[in-house]
C-alpha cells in the first residue's frame, strides 16, 4: 500500500502519537517580530545571530555593543562591550562562537572578529581588505561545509568570500536588482542574499551561485539588514531572523523553505551530508513547495542516526503479488548492514565504519542488535508485481517506468535529500541481469533477482546485487575505483546467470563462482575502498547535496 501520497499527518519526533501538520506559509511570510528592550546608543545596529536558544545583536558604533536576548519576549540576557562598534554577526556552530564585522569601532574597517559568547570577549581574527572600503560590515554569514565566511559590506553589490584565516576566495556579484545587498545566510546547499531598504530576499546556490528563487520579506517597512538561519525557535518551520538598522531595536523572523537553512552554518561533523540538527533533532522537508503534499517530518533520531557516525539510508520497495514476491530477506540485508559497519572507514569525529539503515516495510529490521522494526517510521511499499520493469532506450536502460513509481510512493515522503530508493523488481528491461544503478554516484537502483535462485536469488545473491549496485550509487566503479571525474552511466558488470563480471580491488576475487565467495569478494571491495580513501562517505555527501539543491530549488524534486 502506498504510505505517503496525500499524508496529512507526521510522525511526533518521540515516535508515540502523531500530530497534526502546522500550516505552512508561504516564503517571507512573517512568523515573529521580536522587539528587544534595549536600543542601541547610536540608534543603528545591524548585526543578528542565533546560537540555538538565544538572538544576540550587535551595534555601530556604540558601548556596548552586543547584547543576548531572548527571541520571543526580547529581553535582554546579557550585554558586552567589545570593541565599542559591531556590524554584521554570525553564529560558527563548530566553534561555538560568533564572528563579528566591523561598524566604527576599536581597530580598522575590515577587521574580523570571534567573539566568545560565555564572556563577551573577541580579537581580530583577520582583516577583509578587499570588502573593507565602507565603515559597515551589514552582511556575514558563516559556512560549515567548508569552514569559511561570507562578508557584504554596506553599500556595495558584491559578496566576498574569505576563509576562517582570512585567505581570500574571491568575489561574486550580488544576485539581487535595486538598493544594495545586505545579510547573508547559509546552512545548506542555499545562500540568502538581502538587500537593505527592498524587503527582498534573494536565493541563489551555494555551488554556482545560479538563482534558486526570490521573495518579498514579510513585514513591511522593516529594513532588512544582517540575516540569519533558525531551524529551532518555530520548529517544524525553518525561519529567517532580519535585523532592522534603526530604531526601535527590533527583529523579523519569515519563513524560509523548511530544512533549507541549518543554525550555525549547517554543521556535519560526521561527513556524511547529514546535518548534525538533522540527525539530533529530525528535519521538516517538504516535497513539493507551493504543491499538494504538506512538509513531511523525518525522525532521524527515532531511525537511528548518529552525528558522530556517518549514515546511508535506504528505502527499498518491493514487487508482489498472489505468486511472487520480491523482497529481499531480512539476513540477505544483515549482510550487508554488517559489511559497512565493519568497514575500517574512520569518520571526522574518529568513529569506524558506517550507520546502514535499511527501510523494506514496517516489519524489517531497523536495529539490528535491539530486532527493532521500523514500525510507522516505514514508508516502503509493495508495488504491484510486473515481469519486467521499464524498457531500453537508445542511451540505455530508460528509467521512466521506475521514476512514476519513483514519483508516486517515494517523492511525496520527503525522504529525496536523505534516502537511495531502491526497487526490488523480477526483471528489468526483458534481460536477466541481477540489478542496475542509475549512474556512477547517483540516488536510485534496481534489484532484479527473477531469474536467480528460486526466482528470488539465494541471500548471498541477494546481499551481492545490493552491496554491488549501491557502491556505484555511491560513486564507485568496477574494481572499487573512485572515478570522481565520470559523469555517464556504466551498465557494464552486472551479475549475469551463472558469471559474476566484477574484477573487484581485491585481485583474483573476480569471476567467483558461488555463495560465501561471491558476498565476501563485494564486502572486501567495499571495505578496502571506504579504507583507502573514503570515497563512498565523499560520494554520499555529495548525493545529499545533490539532491538537497533539486529539493529546494522552487521546492520541486527533480528525477535523478
Not at 546485487?465 to 566503479?477: C, D, I, K, Q, V
Not at 575505483?481 to 583474483?508: I, M, S, W
Request: net charge negative.
Amino acid at each position: 500500500m502506498i504510505h505517503a501520497t496525500v499524508v496529512a499527518i507526521m510522525v511526533l519526533a518521540l515516535g508515540v502519537t502523531a500530530r497534526p501538520l502546522p500550516a505552512f506559509a508561504a516564503n517571507g511570510d512573517l512568523v515573529q517580530q521580536t522587539n528587544f528592550a534595549q536600543a542601541c546608543g547610536s540608534g543603528i545596529g545591524v548585526g543578528i545571530a542565533f546560537d540555538g536558544k538565544n538572538l544576540w545583536y550587535s551595534c555601530y558604533a556604540s558601548s556596548p555593543d552586543l547584547y543576548k536576548a531572548d527571541p520571543i519576549t526580547g529581553a535582554v540576557l546579557a550585554s558586552y562591550t567589545v570593541a565599542g562598534g559591531l556590524g554584521a554577526l554570525a553564529w560558527d556552530g563548530n566553534r561555538k562562537k560568533i564572528w563579528a564585522g566591523w561598524a566604527r569601532g576599536t581597530g580598522s574597517d575590515g577587521d574580523v572578529r570571534l567573539i566568545d559568547p560565555a564572556t563577551g570577549t573577541g580579537a581580530v581574527v583577520f582583516n577583509a581588505s578587499a570588502a573593507a572600503f565602507d565603515e559597515l560590515d551589514d552582511g556575514l554569514a558563516y559556512d560549515a561545509q567548508d569552514d569559511s565566511l561570507l562578508i557584504s559590506p554596506d553599500t556595495s553589490t558584491t559578496i566576498y568570500h574569505y576563509t576562517t584565516t582570512g585567505g581570500s576566495l574571491g568575489s561574486f556579484p550580488w544576485s539581487g536588482s535595486g538598493c544594495y545587498n545586505s545579510g547573508v545566510a547559509i546552512g545548506g546547499q542555499l545562500l540568502f542574499e538581502g538587500s537593505d531598504g527592498c524587503n527582498h530576499v534573494w536565493v541563489v546556490q551555494r555551488s554556482n551561485h545560479a538563482a534558486a528563487f526570490d521573495f518579498a520579506t514579510g513585514a513591511g517597512g522593516v529594513r532588512d539588514e544582517d540575516l540569519e538561519c533558525d531551524s529551532v525557535t518555530f520548529s517544524p518551520k525553518t525561519v529567517m531572523w532580519s535585523m532592522e538598522a534603526y530604531e526601535p531595536r527590533r527583529a523579523i523572523a519569515f519563513e524560509i523553505p523548511p530544512g533549507s537553512c541549518g543554525t550555525g552554518g549547517g554543521v556535519d561533523s560526521d561527513g556524511d551530508g547529514l546535518l548534525d540538527e538533522w540527525e539530533t533533532n529530525g528535519v521538516t522537508i517538504d516535497p513539493d513547495g507551493a504543491g499538494p503534499i504538506p512538509p513531511q517530518f523525518i525522525d532521524l533520531p527515532k531511525m537511528g542516526a548518529d552525528k558522530n557516525k556517518p549514515d546511508i539510508f535506504l528505502q527499498i520497495d518491493w514487487m508482489a503479488d498472489a505468486t511472487h514476491n520480491q523482497k529481499l530477506s531480512a539476513a540477505a540485508l544483515k549482510t550487508v548492514v554488517d559489511a559497512f559497519a565493519n568497514s575500517p572507514y574512520t569518520s571526522p569525529t574518529g568513529s569506524v565504519g558506517i550507520n546502514l539503515h535499511v527501510d523494506e516495510g514496517s516489519t524489517s529490521i531497523m536495529n539490528y542488535a535491539t530486532n527493532t522494526t521500523w514500525g510507522s517510521l516505514s514508508k516502503a511499499n509493495q508495488l504491484a508485481y510486473v515481469a519486467s520493469l521499464g524498457t531500453n532506450g537508445a542511451g540505455g536502460y530508460d528509467w521512466s517506468a521506475f521514476q512514476t513509481l519513483k514519483d508516486a510512493n517515494f517523492t511525496p515522503t520527503g525522504r529525496t535529500p536523505i534516502f537511495h530508493y531502491v526497487i526490488a523488481a523480477h526483471n528489468y528491461d526483458a534481460t536477466t541481469s541481477s540489478g542496475i544503478s542509475r549512474g556512477i554516484g547517483a540516488s536510485d537502483l534496481i534489484v532484479s533477482l527473477g531469474s536467480f535462485t528460486g526466482g528470488t536469488g539465494s541471500d548471498s545473491e541477494r546481499a551481492g546485487t545490493l552491496m554491488h549496485e549501491l557502491g556505484h550509487n555511491l560513486g564507485l566503479h568496477h574494481g572499487g575505483g573512485d572515478d570522481t571525474q565520470r559523469e555517464q552511466p556504466e551498465r557494464a558488470g552486472r551479475y549475469r546467470r551463472g558469471r559474476l563480471r566484477y574484477p573487484p580491488l581485491v585481485p583474483r576475487l573476480g569471476n567467483l563462482r558461488r555463495g560465501q565467495r561471491r558476498q565476501r569478494g563485494h564486502r572486501l571491495e567495499l571495505q578496502r575502498q571506504l579504507h583507502r580513501d573514503g570515497s563512498v562517505v565523499r560520494h554520499q555527501q555529495r548525493h545529499r547535496q545533490d539532491n538537497g539543491e533539486r529539493v529546494q530549488r522552487l521546492g520541486q524534486p527533480q528525477a535523478q
